[in-house]
């Protein structure tokens, strides 16, 4: 019996997983089984491809469908919230499991392991010494949600986050009783997000204030804004 077949995709599973063990991690949708599936099947397309055709073909043409497929994949892991997308890494950590996949299937086991110690560090230490170097000055979009006593102190939150360093990309707004809950997706440095939240915090016709999600939005109205 040829165990080769076996060896490959074995090989091609480690590799995925290398690489989805940092999605699964930080919960992305697609995490580790995710990323092992796509590995192991690009490495038994590229085996295929080489092997078991009785007759001449381009492997590359295999390759190249292998690629387009993993184009569908990582486009549904890319999504648009408050005019800025999210999932680009996921997509891309997609992207190199399946590459080294192919290459665990065609036997190429060196530029495979080279392509997930690269990708690996990639996704973990750099994100490290990115941040350390960056420091104060890297920003982020942080969601905080707020019940207030009426439109009036809406307009004062808003107000406030106006007038730091920080963007408002997006405003929900809703009936919550006899109050008024907000929803804000703030663009801005982590320090400064926090000096305003501690601000916002301390006001007193803010009833509620954390970073969790909204109550549930079955209310009767609700307002958006979303600021230029």
Known sequence: ????????????????????LDRELR??????????VVGVAAAAFAYASVTNFPFDVDES???AQI??????????AIFAAGGKPHGL????????????????GIGAYATGLALVIITVVVLW??????GLVLGARR??????????RDLSAATAVRALVGDADISLMQLDLRPFGDRVAMGMTLYGRPTAV??????????????FLSEEALPSRSAARRWEVHPQ
């Open 67 to 76: 690629v387009s497929g993993i184009g569908f994949l990582g486009g549904g």
């Open 194 to 207: 926090l000096e305003l939240t501690s601000r916002l915090a301390q006001r007193p016709d803010v009833d």
């Open 27 to 36: 919960a992305k949708p697609a995490g580790l089984r995710t990323n092992i």
């Open 89 to 104: 890494t996921t997509a891309a950590a997609l992207w190199g499991s399946a590459a080294a996949g192919l290459n665990a």
């Open 139 to 148: 920003r982020s979009d942080i969601n905080v949600q707020l019940i207030v």
């Open 125 to 130: 230490p750099l994100e490290w010494v990115g």
């Open 1 to 20: 019996m040829d165990w080769t077949p076996f060896v490959r995709l074995m090989v091609a599973a480690a590799f995925a997983a290398g690489i989805g």
């Open 61 to 63: 043409r295999v390759a």
